[in-house]
């Protein structure tokens, strides 16, 4: 297990359209089933070979959405792992290039519902938008469930920003 789980960021991911191939970090790429060894992009059929097959046609659906329109989009599905099912969300942006098509795309997935003393609030408020997300899509209400996908790709991002080394202070000295 990551010490990253903690603020219930599992990882961040990018990928390119033209190339199908998707850059995770080792944390992402341990939750997916892909071996250490395993460096570099990889297929987007790789990396979701894992994915419920009761959520992978949705997923794929969600994102390819984005890529019709070059909108945030975030989702909830299952990963099947060593340890047991996994319920997991990913936020993630596709780009749009040249003449509209989708370019390129990146995101965090996280894991909701994580219950460890150092969670910081914002994995709690992560958590809630998850739910009304859900409430969202299960009432029928899609603009409401993007606004919430919406404020939940800044969430990701702020959570993500929690992983990042901190950065060297210029005026202390070593010892």
């Not at 894992?50 to 969600?62: C, F, G, K, T």
């Not at 990913?90 to 509209?100: E, K, P, R, S």
């Amino acid at each position: 297990m990551h010490a990253n789980h903690q603020c219930a960021v599992v990882g961040v991911w990018s990928g390119r359209f033209r190339t199908g191939l998707v850059y995770a970090d080792e944390a992402v790429r341990d939750l997916y089933g892909l071996s250490a060894e395993t460096e570099g992009a990889v297929p987007l059929d790789t990396l979701l070979r894992n994915v419920h097959p009761d959520d992978r046609s949705r997923l794929r659906a969600d994102m390819a959405r984005s890529a019709a329109v070059g909108l945030p989009f975030f989702t909830t599905y299952r990963v099947k792992t060593i340890y047991g099912v996994r319920r997991v969300a990913t936020a993630g942006q596709c780009f749009l290039g040249d003449g509209g098509q989708a370019d390129h795309y990146h995101g965090v997935t996280m894991e909701p519902g994580m219950s460890t003393d150092g969670r910081s609030p914002t994995a709690e408020v992560v958590d809630h938008l998850i739910a009304a997300r859900e409430a969202a899509h299960a009432a029928d209400e899609a603009l409401l469930g993007r606004l919430i996908e919406a404020v939940m790709l800044e969430a990701g991002r702020r959570l993500a920003e929690g992983l990042a080394p901190p950065a060297p202070d210029a005026g202390r000295r070593e010892p």
